[in-house]
């Protein structure tokens, strides 16, 4: 039996070639909810807010009875023994991901994105293809509820950004005429959109319209100035110069690749399990955007670990990789937004904010990395070729498919390795009940463990047993130890 799903246009699913009837409004959001996290648990609390929203004064008087209601009937309709499984807290949709138009779109984006630079050619077909996926305008079309609502921002916010890609290709690969259509409606439609002008601007002068492209970068500069109070970006203006200056060659902008990750721990021990874990997860990155959730106690090192991770997974993000520990969520958005070549104002809300991030991240494999954060979901990447490593935020703050990875102390004998590795093999061999103690003492939490060690690695003349002493008759347990 073949099931087939659409996501980009009207919410369709057909059944070995026959189209299913979806049912009610409400029905359909709760289906759409479900395709869109497939294979995962989505909590029965979920699926009542993306369908009646967050204020419980506007839910019918037995919402989770009438979620009950709307499976059952989805699954009388689509017919297949199996595939919408009740579990605990919620349900769970078990279709394969390419069943999903959303997901083989989302992928074969990545790749094209991947191919920009290596083979335009092979890029430029694929965004073609991936785009032709698109059914009108708007994903969900028709499907009622704030869940439904987001995706559709997050859908469009993704095409838009395809779509300037592929225009960018187009004008790399000599095809600015063609180009130049949709360039001038994206414009009309943009008017602060400074990358759409200025690929417009040099599709115009790459056409022979010269005049026309200058007296294009006039009415935008003057239109920003007056609603922004800004002027273009330098790119645009330095495009506009070479325009006067009547020269053909204009090279196109490459995009900024940050790297803001802090260096790696050079002795980082007993976490090969977990790195493997989340080099798995972040790598899947392709087939839409992974995020990796490390916590444990205080002291277990679940901010190394992260950016450890990163590290090795680096190569599979070669646009960049950001980086952010604690902060509000705006600064934080504004900063990203900065490092990946936007100009963002400072006054804008966190939502506004968070759709340009996502604009700017569509098309791209970046990165995120985020320690102690309090609210991440809003820095959180949500691209397909993106991903995000999170440390330190409560289980609760991730969203429903992420990778939850418990960082938790050190077995014995990597806590022994880690502290030889600092304070020196031959020291530490030769009291090992005083090491055995000390590990104890420190609860085989790495964080305290490296500041015992560098600790005797600063006294050369203290023995391990000085150390246990010491910090026995300070009273230290691993809180204090630090």
Known sequence: MRLEFRVLGSLRARCDGREVDLGRPQQRAVLAALLLAPGQLVSTERLVEDVWGEDETLWPKDPVGQIGTHVHRLRRALGVPGLLIAAAGGYRLEVPRPAVDVFRYEAEVAEAV???????????????????????????????????????????????????????????????????????????????????????????????????????????????????????????????????????????????????????????????????????????????SPVVGLSGPAGSGASALAVHVAHVVQDAFPDGQLYATGGEPGVVLAGFLRALGERPSCEAPVDELASRYRAALAGRRVLVVLDAVADPAPLLPETAGCAAVVAGAEPGMLPAGAVRLAVGPLEPHDAYELLARIAGTERIRQEPDALSELAAICGHLPVLLRTAAERLAARPRWTVAELVSWLAGRGDGPGRAQ
């Open 114 to 288: 991947a191919l920009r630079h290596q083979d335009p050619v092979r890029a430029r077909d694929l965004l073609r293809q991936a785009l032709g996926a698109w059914e009108g305008r708007r994903a969900l079309d028709g499907v009622p509820g704030g869940g439904a609502e987001r995706a559709r921002q997050r859908l469009a916010a993704g095409r838009f950004a395809a779509v300037k890609v592929l225009l960018d290709l187009d004008l790399s690969l000599g095809r600015h005429a063609e180009a130049l259509e949709p360039l001038a409606e994206l414009a009309a439609s943009h008017p602060h959109d400074e990358e759409v002008h200025r690929l417009h601007l040099l599709a115009l002068h790459r056409c022979g319209r010269t005049a026309e492209a200058l007296a294009a970068y006039g009415a935008l500069s003057e239109r920003m100035d007056r609603e922004l109070g800004l002027e273009p970006a330098q790119a645009v203006v330095e495009l506009a110069e070479r325009i006067r200056r009547g020269e053909a060659a204009v090279p196109l902008r490459r995009l900024p690749r940050p790297c803001q990750l802090p260096p790696d721990i050079p002795d980082l021990v007993g976490r090969a399990a977990l790195v493997r874990e989340a080099d798995l997860a972040l790598r899947a990155a392709a087939a839409g």
